[in-house]
């Protein structure tokens, strides 16, 4: 380790290599600070597709996956990406090097454009610190600056990330290419920024209504393979079409936390305009040349909320919320660290610690450590550290080693039902499920089905209440009365997550492991 500081010390570093150590080094800090997760949560509705497409004895049964993996969805090209490099390496190996990879490259990007914005290394610095560790989750609508997790919008954000970068600098025809490779991976992100970026040329003293023109073919040409597919699916196809009970299951029933501005947290409002506010100051008290462009950005994004609220939440216009516009609050953030990082990159002591002359060193040696602190957190004595981060060796929870047990001791077409909190059964046990709250498809035939299914299965009303209602808390008290096999017959075991076993039904218990218990009817 000395002699490594002894070599940095005598070797000069460019100034894109120190960025790409300090981008390393806070990668790796966000996942020390916010964990990092592998086959839970929303990876419930990534991943599984993936498992199936490299081995097509799982899940048999299961709609969702068998859709997911067989034809054309938004997840087409995430699917594909992690299918193809499972095929040379194992799973987690493939995901937690693309989440590190992808993590470090949209760090990278953000440092680049914060010094093309303010000419200071310092502030570039600083910027990624503050935008992903200090205000990751000051946003609004549900939303965080990154996943800890390998979802389609780390790759879209990060593709994203490199746009504004490219835009900033004046090579516009890179930055419609990143634009359009990161709606193949998350459309929506990528069709947000594409119009952020109109908005930015808009103001550009490039702009020529050609230019204009030029951009806009460029970026559909670029984002074809995902929005030909996805358009004809939604104005060709014939499949079931929106009406108010699709509506109501996407946007309250299921997802009120990203759609509707009312249910958001009223934390989330003040904690975004308080940052909003200091920003601000700070935007006038730090001018550059790119004020322009940057206001219109900052302003579209503020007005295309103020829209989004009043045109869908106020006035009920439902086709608006497909939008989702506040998923644009995460380059809000971003934006607002820029100019927060500039202010404290003026203070002498800050200035002064950046000239230390091993920094570079230093920095190296801490993410070494930290690397090996995630990847050996079992052997931590911290107990509440041993399950945070699902890299190489980790202390395994009850819910986990039952999975494992379903996954190596049932028949593989064996069809379970799991308590609605279970957010890992379809990643862990990779076994057919009738329902499940996390993998779900936005589209009216799935969501109807879906919701037929999830109302049946966990004995809840059929009652279309547009009341901020946390449904999924509601499935969870009423799956203890999940004391009979439903009449489609639809599975043959039940995961609970107590021992208080089903009443009135002849049936056994299959394991226990902790407080779950799989049972069985006979």
Same mark, same amino acid.
């Given at each position: 380790?000395?002699?490594?500081?002894?070599?940095?010390?005598?070797?000069?570093?460019?100034?894109?290599?120190?960025?790409?150590?300090?981008?390393?080094?806070?990668?790796?800090?966000?996942?020390?600070?916010?964990?990092?997760?592998?086959?839970?949560?929303?990876?419930?509705?990534?991943?599984?597709?993936? *498992?199936?497409?490299?081995?097509?004895?799982?899940?048999?049964?299961?709609?969702?996956?068998? +859709?997911?993996?067989?034809?054309?969805?938004?997840?087409?090209?995430?699917?594909?990406?992690? *299918?193809?490099?499972?095929?040379?390496?194992?799973?987690?190996?493939?995901?937690?090097?693309?989440?590190?990879?992808?993590?470090?490259?949209?760090?990278?990007?953000?440092?680049?454009?914060?010094?093309?914005?303010?000419?200071?290394?310092?502030?570039?610095?600083?910027?990624?610190?503050?935008?992903?560790?200090?205000?990751?989750?000051?946003?609004?609508?549900?939303?965080?600056?990154?996943?800890?997790?390998?979802?389609?919008?780390?790759?879209?954000?990060?593709?994203?990330?490199?746009?504004? *970068?490219?835009? +900033?600098?004046?090579?516009?025809?890179?930055?419609?290419?990143?634009?359009?490779?990161?709606?193949?991976?998350?459309?929506?992100?990528?069709?947000?920024?594409?119009?952020?970026?109109?908005?930015?040329?808009?103001?550009?003293?490039?702009?020529?209504?050609?230019?204009?023109?030029?951009?806009?073919?460029?970026?559909?040409?670029?984002?074809?393979?995902?929005?030909?597919?996805?358009?004809?699916?939604?104005?060709?196809?014939?499949?079931?079409?929106?009406?108010?009970?699709?509506?109501?299951?996407?946007?309250?029933?299921?997802?009120?936390?990203?759609?509707?501005?009312?249910? +958001?947290?009223?934390?989330?409002?003040?904690?975004?305009?308080?940052?909003?506010?200091?920003?601000?100051?700070?935007?006038?008290?730090?001018?550059?040349? *790119?004020?322009?462009?940057?206001?219109?950005?900052?302003?579209?994004?503020?007005?295309?909320?103020?829209?989004?609220?009043?045109?869908?939440?106020?006035?009920?216009?439902?086709?608006?919320?497909?939008?989702?516009?506040?998923?644009?609050?995460?380059?809000?953030?971003?934006?607002?660290?820029?100019?927060?990082?500039?202010?404290?990159?003026?203070?002498?002591?800050?200035?002064?610690?950046?000239?230390?002359?091993?920094?570079?060193?230093?920095?190296?040696?801490?993410?070494?450590?930290?690397?090996?602190?995630? !990847?050996?957190?079992?052997?931590?004595?911290?107990?509440?550290?041993?399950?945070?981060?699902?890299?190489?060796?980790?202390?395994?929870?009850?819910?986990?080693?039952?999975?494992?047990?379903?996954?190596?001791?049932?028949?593989?077409?064996?069809?379970?039902?799991?308590?609605?909190?279970?957010?890992?059964?379809?990643?862990?046990?990779?076994?057919?499920?009738?329902?499940?709250?996390?993998?779900?498809?936005?589209?009216?035939?799935?969501?109807?089905?879906?919701?037929?299914?999830?109302?049946?299965?966990?004995?809840?009303?059929?009652?279309?209440?547009?009341?901020?209602?946390?449904?999924?808390?509601?499935?969870?008290?009423?799956?203890?009365? !999940?004391?009979?096999?439903?009449?489609?017959?639809?599975?043959?075991?039940?995961?609970?997550?107590?021992?208080?076993?089903?009443?009135?039904?002849?049936?056994?218990?299959?394991?226990?492991?902790?407080?779950?218990?799989?049972?069985?009817?006979?």
């Amino acid at each position: 380790m000395f002699s490594l500081f002894i070599m940095l010390q005598n070797y000069s570093l460019s100034q894109s290599g120190k960025y790409w150590i300090w981008s390393i080094f806070y990668s790796l800090l966000f996942l020390a600070v916010y964990g990092y997760k592998f086959n839970c949560s929303d990876l419930e509705e990534h991943l599984p597709a993936v *498992y199936k497409m490299l081995n097509l004895q799982l899940y048999q049964g299961d709609y969702v996956t068998e +859709f997911l993996a067989s034809g054309f969805s938004v997840r087409y090209f995430y699917n594909h990406t992690l *299918y193809y490099s499972g095929l040379v390496f194992p799973l987690p190996t493939v995901a937690f090097t693309f989440m590190l990879l992808l993590l470090t490259v949209f760090i990278f990007y953000i440092q680049k454009t914060s010094f093309v914005i303010f000419k200071n290394h310092i502030t570039a610095t600083i910027t990624p610190f503050i935008a992903i560790i200090l205000l990751n989750k000051i946003t609004v609508g549900g939303n965080t600056v990154s996943d800890n997790m390998l979802t389609c919008t780390v790759f879209a954000n990060t593709l994203c990330m490199a746009t504004f *970068y490219y835009a +900033f600098s004046s090579r516009m025809r890179i930055a419609v290419l990143c634009c359009g490779l990161a709606t193949w991976y998350q459309p929506l992100v990528g069709m947000q920024v594409f119009l952020l970026l109109l908005l930015m040329q808009s103001v550009s003293s490039k702009f020529r209504i050609k230019e204009i023109v030029t951009i806009i073919i460029f970026y559909l040409v670029s984002a074809s393979p995902m929005l030909i597919p996805l358009f004809y699916r939604q104005f060709f196809a014939e499949i079931a079409t929106p009406d108010m009970l699709f509506y109501y299951i996407l946007y309250v029933f299921r997802n009120p936390h990203h759609y509707l501005p009312s249910f +958001f947290p009223i934390a989330d409002y003040i904690k975004s305009g308080v940052l909003f506010l200091i920003s601000g100051l700070l935007f006038f008290r730090f001018p550059t040349k *790119y004020n322009r462009q940057i206001i219109v950005i900052i302003s579209g994004i503020a007005a295309g909320m103020i829209f989004y609220y009043l045109i869908f939440d106020a006035l009920g216009i439902m086709v608006v919320g497909k939008l989702q516009w506040f998923k644009t609050s995460v380059w809000l953030t971003i934006f607002c660290s820029f100019y927060i990082a500039h202010f404290i990159a003026q203070q002498k002591l800050i200035e002064k610690t950046f000239q230390f002359k091993w920094m570079s060193a230093c920095v190296i040696a801490l993410s070494i450590i930290v690397f090996y602190l995630i !990847t050996h957190a079992s052997q931590l004595p911290i107990e509440r550290l041993k399950s945070r981060y699902a890299i190489g060796q980790f202390k395994k929870t009850d819910l986990t080693l039952m999975h494992e047990w379903i996954r190596e001791n049932t028949p593989v077409t064996t069809k379970i039902l799991s308590f609605p909190d279970d957010d890992s059964f379809l990643c862990e046990a990779q076994r057919p499920t009738p329902v499940a709250w996390k993998a779900i498809i936005h589209e009216p035939w799935f969501l109807k089905q879906w919701y037929y299914n999830f109302t049946t299965d966990y004995n809840l009303e059929r009652k279309i209440e547009w009341k901020n209602i946390n449904r999924r808390e509601k499935a969870n008290a009423a799956y203890s009365g !999940t004391n009979h096999k439903p009449d489609n017959k639809s599975y043959s075991m039940i995961l609970l997550n107590n021992n208080k076993l089903p009443e009135q039904v002849k049936g056994r218990i299959i394991h226990r492991q902790g407080e779950y218990t799989l049972w069985q009817w006979n």
